[in-house]
Structures are given as C-alpha cells and as structure tokens.
C-alpha cells in the first residue's frame, strides 16, 4: 500500500507484548535517498512523540547529516501517532478507547520486520531519534546489538524514569479531566482537556531560561500568551484524545531493563550494547535530563555523552533552533564518519 | 476576634488595587512569643500557596532559629488560603468565583496594618518567607525599607518568572477542564480538576533526582502512585478550587517591579532594598530555580544568596526534610546574628 506521502507495511496478525492482537499492523514510514547494492547505507530514525515522518525531514536532505544521496534513510512512525496503527485508525475491536497498549518493544518488533523482510537489510548503518525516538534507538541497540552499528539518541533515554513518568501522569490526568472526554468514547473531541494537556505541556517543553529570555519571538511570536495559544494549543487541537494517550502509554512503559533475558537489570541491557552509541541530551531538558543520559553511558562499552548547550530544552531536539541544528548534525556526521 | 487557633483582624472598607473592596477584608494571623518592651523583637513571617500559620511551624519553637523565648514572631494569613478573605468564606458579591484578584502587595498593606496597628511596631527585625512567603518578603523589603532589618526569602524570588507563569497557567488550565468547575459555580467539588491539578503540580514540586531515588519512602509512602494519590491528590483534595485560583492569580501577578513609583524597573525596585538580605534558593527547584534568586541579588546592595543543596527541588522549603530544614534554620540564625 502507498501513498503519496508514505508508504505501509501491514502486518497481519501482529501480536503485542500484552497478547493483543492487531490483525493488521500497519506500520506507516517514509524513506530517502536508495539502498546501495550491497545494503550497507540503511538509516532508521524513528519518529517522537506526536509527530510524524516530516517531523524528522529538517536532519535529511543534501548537505545535511543524513544526505540522501550517500544515506537510504527510512523514517517509521510510532504507533499510535495516528498515521501508523493507532486509536483513531484501526478498527474495532481495537478502535479509540479499545486500542491496546503497544510497548517500545513492539514498535521495533514492526520496524524490525520493514529492515529485514522489506528491505533485506541485515546491519543499519546507525539508528538514531529524539525523545520517544531515542527510547526506541536504545530498544533497537539492546534487541538487535548485531544489527546496530551506531546509535545516536538525543533528547532522550533508555528508560523513562520516575519523574518523567509523574510528569506523564500530569498530561494524562489534565486530558483526561474534561468531561467530553468521556473515557476515550467521546464523539467531539475534548476540547478543553486538549487545552489544558497543551498548557501543562508548555512548561516542560522548553527550560526556564527561554522563558526569561522571551526566545518565543524567534518562533515568530508577539506574546507568552500568543505563544501558548499559537503554538503549543495549536500543536496538539488537532490531535485525537485517545492517540495522544496511546503514545503516552508507550512512552510510559518503556525499559530496556525489561527486555527478555536482561531479569530488569538496566545494566546488564545496557552492558549488552554493541553499537558505538553517541548520546546527545540537551543541557537544560525538564524531563530527559542529561543526567538520564550521562547515567545510561556509564554502563555501555564506549558510551559518549555529548551535551548540547543552551536554553531550548527538550525542544532542542525539534531542529527549529538553528544552533542547535547545527549541533546535532555535526554529531551526526562525527559518528558516521567513525 | 479570635478562635483557638488563630486571630483576625478585620480591615472595613480594605480598597484593593484593582479598586474592587473588601468590607471587611479579614486577616487570619498567629503570633508566637511575647513582643519586648521596645517592639524590637519582631519577625513577620508570611505564609506560602495553600498553606496556613501552621505550615510556618516547623521554624518555630524553643531552640529553633525562630525561638518565641526570644522573638515575637506574626505569622499571617495569605488571602485566598481559605483562613483569610478567600472565596471560599466571604459572602457576596465577592464570593467564589467573583472573589477579586488580590495582588502580594494588598497582602503586604494588610500585613502593614496589623503590624503598625495592632502591634504598634515600627521596624522588624526579620521578614522571611517561603515560595509566595518569598514573593511578600521582597515586596516587604521594597516598599518598606525603613521597617525592614532583615529579610530571608526562601525558594521564592522577587517576581514571577515568565516560565514560573507558564507552569502556573498549566494548573489553571488542568484545574478547570473539569466541566464540574462550571466557571466557579460548582455546587460539588471538581474533583477531577482537583486531581488533575495535584497530579500536574507532582512534577514540578520535587527535583528529577528526588523521583529517581524515591526519596518520597522517607514521607512514608510505599510506591509513587501511592505518593501521588497520598501525598499529592490528598493535599489538594480538600482544598477549595477558587481559592486555589485565587492564590495562583496572587502568585502570577507578583512583581516587585510594578510598586509605585518604581516605573516598572526591576533593578531600581530591588536597588531600593535596604534590608540585609539573605536569599535561600533550592539548587534544583524547577519553578523558581536558583537563577531566579542570583539574578535578584545583583541589584541588591550586599545581597547575599546561599543557594540549598540537595535533591528535594521546590519542597526543599517546606521542612519535611530534615537536611534542609537545619540548613535554613542555621541561616536564619546567622542572618539574625548580624
């Protein structure tokens, strides 16, 4: 199946870690540039939280980092960001309310089969992604150690940890207190809950700093409260209730302590490492801090954190910040090079 | 007037800065301590966002810094806090919903009253305050200089922070998602606004590291979701939802820089200080971070910042903890000493 913006892989009966049933996945995902002959040149940069293939294009294209004419770059997207299998997509008895928990793991498990039976690849070149991207570049470097030669998460970590978590509880519990809601069987959406998640949202998504510093008007805003409603209310209105809680479960449950054969041991997931992983937080990020990161690389043979300086927060991974576009691209090149 | 608990001074006729008035206004206020012959003992000690006197007691008592054998200490009553004028207790047409904005500094002119007025002092030798105690300690200190000997804000600063206003509008916005808010004229609580709130505010009260090492088992909670609905969803539960925005309009709307007469200018309002003044932020409290407070002391003449480490982030000032409750004890004592 294609489309002219993406292509699908469907899955017949695809079974997640829970023991549901999605019958079929379809897992959504774009590709650049081409496979050389001997499928040596294979990216994968999976997709963050609420985004979708596009959202990752401004680090591919000729003269970037991930140049189309050396790279075969392929971008899935998460489940549940409404353009791959998702609450408001699949049919019942999976729809809207009913759509099972996918985990990280499952996620791979998809992009795992598009590597290898869609494309025949048998080692990527790199697998990098931001926030819940770099959740699944650690699960692909512990699941795959023989088919990862590089990692390179940024903006994110290799297991959600506790205050990340509560930080979650706070988006679901503020989406989730509009009445319209309804459970998640809500015909209109829930307007207001969507309000509220966009506004719990804007403290955490950049740091304190770039407040003080109104750095908003870079984005072409005239007012905090412009930027509230322009940007951060306008990000998320479109978005369906149930999928924005679907990503949210799937960013919630993720460890790489808790793949098989690793007994909950983090450690020991990420003693397991092969590729040469690069990690990139950024220095004033609210909810993957760089202690996240800088703690992970400890237990990875190799393991290299590089902060990206500066006041943009998790947001720096978003690549709106020329600066830190920079930043990224450079790193990107670095670890290819090696 | 008096209950066992606490006494009131009632204001006739109190005429806002909005111009709305309070008939009476009613200010809710303990004292700790006998004041001395010469009204030279006295320490003004305001209280923070849904707190009461009795959250202030953890630094009050025999052998504490705050020692009532030595010092008068007045501890009033935020106006929204349910004890003072809130919506929640004064009757129409300022009830509820319709209760009026408050600003720090009608709390600060009605805390003037009481301290003139019915104490008959005319200089304290300390204002000190916590998180919104912090935001009326340096409104103390800049538009009473003369009275003024001292002054200890603690994880507060002298403005609220155009970051500090987005986390605040995401508690706004949790808050009344609930359609059971109705506008204010809720008849049973929102209670899912309520949590919702509790849950947002989880996030930011305490650092990362805090979560990370579940420094919540030192409150006596076994698991987070425990301490989430534990500590959290029952610390606000009880509380009611106007005067919860009451204060959180209180809180966003403080700045020292918009006194009279100060044109606006932050720097000529801190430069006013004449106070010895002694701020105590919290190296990772997320809402009003140590930069906040170094930033502060600059235009402040001797301005002195002792920054609290540890991992207890905005809580820090709270006393729970039993580091940090010595270390702001020891600096209330020297800060006293001088």
Redesign the interface.
């Known amino acids: 199946m294609s489309s002219p913006d993406h292509e699908v892989l469907e899955l017949p009966g695809f079974v997640l870690e829970s023991g549901a049933v999605l019958d079929p996945a379809r897992l959504a995902y774009r590709t650049y540039g081409e496979l050389n002959a001997d499928r040596t040149n294979a990216v994968l940069f999976p997709t963050w939280f609420a985004g979708d293939h596009h959202a990752n294009e401004w680090l591919i294209g000729p003269g970037r980092a991930l140049d189309p004419r050396e790279y075969f770059v392929i971008v899935p997207n998460l489940f549940g960001n409404g353009v791959s299998s998702s609450p408001s997509n699949t049919p019942p008895p999976h729809d809207a309310a009913a759509f099972p928990g996918v985990t990280v793991r499952d996620n791979v498990r998809a992009q795992h089969l598009l590597v290898t039976g869609t494309f025949g690849v048998e080692r990527l070149a790199l697998v990098l992604g931001c926030s819940m991207g770099a959740l699944q570049t650690y699960q692909w470097a512990v699941s795959h150690p023989d088919m990862v030669a590089r990692a390179l998460p940024y903006c994110g970590a290799p297991a959600t ?7 979650i ?2 988006l ?9 809601f309804d459970g998640g069987r809500y015909g209109t959406p829930p307007a ?2 969507l ?2 998640f ?7 998504g ?7 510093e ?1 750095t908003w008007r870079q984005l072409g805003f005239a007012s ?1 409260e412009d930027f ?1 409603t322009g940007f951060w209310e306008a990000n998320f209105a479109g978005y369906d209730a149930n999928d924005l809680l679907a990503m949210l479960w799937t960013w919630q449950h993720a460890d790489v302590a808790t793949t098989p054969g690793m007994d909950g041991d983090v450690k020991r997931a990420l003693g397991s490492i092969t590729a040469r992983t690069l990690a990139l937080p950024a220095e004033k990020d ?2 993957f ?1 760089p ?1 996240d990161e800088v703690r992970a690389a400890r237990y990875i043979r190799g393991g290299e954190v590089r902060v990206i300086p500066g006041i943009w927060g998790h947001l720096t991974g978003g690549g709106a910040n020329p600066v830190d576009a920079a930043f990224i691209d450079a790193a990107v090149r670095d670890l290819l090079s090696e």
Chains 1, 2 share one sequence.
């Open positions: 940890s506790p205050h990340n978590q509560v930080f509880e706070g679901r519990a503020a989406l989730t207190a509009d009445a319209a207001a809950g309000r509220a966009s506004r719990v949202y804007a403290g955490w950049f740091s304190q700093a770039f407040y003080w109104e905090l509230l609210l909810y801090p202690e």
